[in-house]
């Protein structure tokens, strides 16, 4: 199983909005609804941020949404703020209850 | 909900063995799924393998199918990821993490603190 593809990096300023995509196949990103985002800060474990492409935990602020069109999955992050400088990892389900991470993104407020 | 609880930092030589543990608590620990993940130094995550405590049903990333164990004692909540002959590149940072539904594989919501393996000669 191949890792989704990623931009390795994406900036914007204060305030920006930005998008990352999530490429990946019809063996996974474009079968299932089952995409989800997870926000790593350094030093620190993921923290899951958006699941099955849209839903957000409780907890996690409105300025993140998630998308999807055919093999290819979206993270917005609008309101672009200092605390959201990160990696992003998207993640999809894979068949035989198995899941593939992307490659990740490093986000650079600017 | 309560975060999962990873065994400490390993330091080991190439060949040898080592298995590292991952406890949880406050929930019926034999009706969710665990995974492992891992990352590397200075890269991404990496979907290993799965494992549901109720029957042992386990799952692997053909990347590591063979490479790796994943096992679990329902007893103790405890999930478990072990070599039997460590290499060099096994060096990376794993985490155990685990949905907030029953009986999914995913996403996960909660996760470990993270159990640094360190493999030097």
């Known amino acids: 199983q191949s890792a989704l593809t990623q931009p390795a990096s994406v900036s914007g300023s204060p305030g920006q909005s930005i998008t990352i995509s999530c490429t990946g196949s019809?063996?996974?990103?474009?079968?299932?609804?089952?995409v989800s985002w997870y926000q790593q800060h350094p030093g620190k474990a993921p923290k899951l941020m958006i699941y099955?492409?849209?839903r957000r935990p409780s907890g996690v602020s409105d300025r993140f949404s998630g998308s999807k069109s055919g093999n290819t999955a979206s993270l917005t992050i609008s309101g672009l703020q200092a605390e959201d400088e990160a990696d992003y990892y998207c993640?999809?389900?894979?068949?035989?209850?198995?899941?593939?991470f992307g490659t990740g993104t490093k986000v650079t407020v600017l | 909900e309560v975060p999962l609880l990873q065994s400490g930092a390993e330091v080991k030589k190439p060949g040898e063995s080592l298995k590292i543990s991952c406890t949880g608590s406050g929930y019926t620990f034999s009706k969710y799924w665990i995974g492992w993940v891992r990352q590397m130094p200075g890269k991404g995550l990496e979907w290993m393998g799965i494992?549901?405590?109720?029957?042992?049903?386990?799952r692997y990333s053909p990347s590591f199918q063979g490479q790796v164990t994943i096992s679990a004692d329902e007893s103790i909540s405890t999930a478990y990821l072990q070599w039997s002959s460590l290499k060099a590149s096994d060096t990376a940072m794993y985490y155990c993490a685990r949905p907030k539904v029953d009986a999914s594989v995913g996403p996960f919501h909660i996760w470990g603190q993270g159990t640094m393996v360190t493999v030097s000669s």
């Open positions: 019809s063996s996974d990103v474009g079968t299932y609804d089952l």
């Open positions: 099955e492409v849209s």
């Open positions: 993640c999809s389900y894979a068949l035989i209850n198995m899941e593939v």
């Open positions: 494992i549901y405590p109720g029957d042992s049903d386990t």
